[in-house]
């Protein structure tokens, strides 16, 4: 199954929706694959990726890579950052 999230205004949530999304189902025990095709790179960096530092999809499109040599394996539940309310003091 894929699912997209996709809409032209800025700022409406696809990346955050995107992660969460792929967290969500992880922990359903389904296997994801989160598709960072967005040049700002946001959900690469979500996941605490340096985007400077690993080959991309720019990569793959201009034949550089092959696809396979882009993947990463993440796993989601591990990067959760805990949060408490004196956040907000
Ligand atoms: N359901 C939500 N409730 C409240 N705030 C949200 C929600 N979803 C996203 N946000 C906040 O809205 C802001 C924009 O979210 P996000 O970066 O996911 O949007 P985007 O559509 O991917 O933006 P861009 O167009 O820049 O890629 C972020 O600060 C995010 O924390
Ligand atoms: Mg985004």
Do not use: C, H
Not at 47 to 70: A, M, R
């Amino acid at each position: 199954m894929t699912i997209r999230f996709s809409i032209f205004k800025g700022g409406t949530g696809k990346t955050t929706s995107t992660v969460s999304n792929a967290a969500a189902l992880v922990k359903k025990g389904k296997k994801v694959l989160i598709v960072d095709q967005d040049q700002q790179a946001s959900a690469t960096r979500y996941l605490d990726i340096d985007p400077e530092q690993s080959p991309s999809l720019y990569e793959v499109f201009t034949g550089v890579e092959d696809v396979s040599n882009v993947l990463m394996w993440y796993s989601l539940q591990a990067s959760l950052k805990p949060m408490t309310l004196n956040a907000i003091e």
